[in-house]
């Protein structure tokens, strides 16, 4: 009898330390710890490096877009956070034979979380590694906002999140982060993953959030930094259009401009970057961006123009959907 109490007393105080932590792990709605670890500093510090010189320009299948991969699987090695296409193998080869002719061979880069309940549902977050090279009188166009400011940012969301894992908060839902080549020649690479060799099924893919170009303020909003353009968070899923809304009151209260996202808007900015080739196949998409600038596609894209505290907010702020998004109960529906 004496050994059965003894039995029962561990049982009873395993399962409790099991509720415990259960319990534990649902109060964590608010994950501002793992937001925090988003900053200015680091993003600058990365962007330096991503929009130097060294990487002359980034243009799809040339030497310098090849050190722009090494980069950012090097971040990933360095946080332990590993590949879903096999250990080491970071890239996603995109052979020349279907890019536009005279490119060479390029890659997009993938890494991502697997999720602790719903592994097989997966959450898209993408950005453009690529840019437009040097021009022809030997000037670099570095890139740092096209889409260097999308690249770091996704960096960043991804350390965010392993930070939360590591904490024992893992999301419900695998986070898949994305960055594709080709997209200034046409949004290649982002349709290589969708038409060609989704690493996971596009029907298990329950939304893509894009970023690209996030680190400016663009002529309409000067002086007032504090928004950013949505496109495409109605187009399919109204469910997505207001928890995008309800996450950004709760954490920032931007001003969410919704320009480019009307249907009769001129810009069509809503089938220029990648987030299209997700929303093709019925897949909810936003699609984050600050608009133009008198430096976009210029040699003067530089570093130094960056607002390092709002692309650290904005960043933040994809953060905090991609966290609901992948611990809600259900998965955001279409209309």
């Known amino acids: 009898m004496k050994i059965l109490a003894i039995f029962i007393s561990a049982a009873l105080s395993i399962s409790s330390c099991s509720n415990s932590q259960s319990k534990n792990r649902s109060v964590i709605t608010n994950p501002e710890k793992y937001a925090k670890t988003i900053t200015a500093s680091e993003l600058k510090s990365m962007l330096y490096t991503y929009a130097s010189d060294d990487f002359e320009g980034r243009k799809t299948g040339e030497p310098g877009q090849k050190k722009a991969i090494e980069f950012i699987k090097d971040q990933y090695v360095l946080e332990g956070i590993p590949s879903p296409i096999s250990d080491d193998d970071y890239f996603q080869e995109i052979p020349a034979s279907f890019l536009p002719n005279g490119t060479k061979d390029s890659e997009n880069v993938l890494a991502y979380i697997k999720g602790s309940e719903k592994p097989e549902e997966v959450i898209v977050i993408s950005a453009h590694l690529d840019h437009i090279g040097i021009s022809r009188n030997g000037d670099i166009n570095n890139g740092a906002d096209d889409d260097g400011s999308g690249t770091v940012a996704i960096i960043e969301i991804a350390e965010a999140f392993k930070a939360a894992s590591k904490d024992g908060f893992t999301p419900k839902r695998s986070i898949l982060f994305l960055h594709v080549s080709g997209e200034e020649l046409g949004l290649y690479g982002s349709r290589y993953y969708t038409d060609v060799d989704p690493v996971f099924p596009l029907e298990n893919t329950v939304a893509n959030l894009n970023i690209d170009m996030i680190g400016r303020v663009d002529p309409k909003h000067e002086g007032k930094p504090n928004y950013l353009y949505l ?85 933040q702020l994809v953060f905090y959907m991609a966290w609901e998004l992948a611990n809600r109960d259900e998965r955001v529906k279409l209309d």
């Open 231 to 315: 496109i495409g968070s109605d187009k399919l899923s109204t469910e997505l259009h207001n928890m995008s809304e309800e996450v950004n009151k709760k954490h920032f209260n931007l001003e969410f401009d919704y320009t480019y996202n009307a249907d009769d808007d001129p810009n069509r900015f809503y089938y220029r970057s990648d987030h299209y080739n997700f929303a093709k196949h019925n897949i909810p998409v936003i699609f984050y961006f600050n608009g133009t600038h008198e430096d976009y596609h210029k040699p003067t894209d530089t570093p130094d123009k960056i607002n390092y505290s709002i692309l650290e907010t904005r960043a």
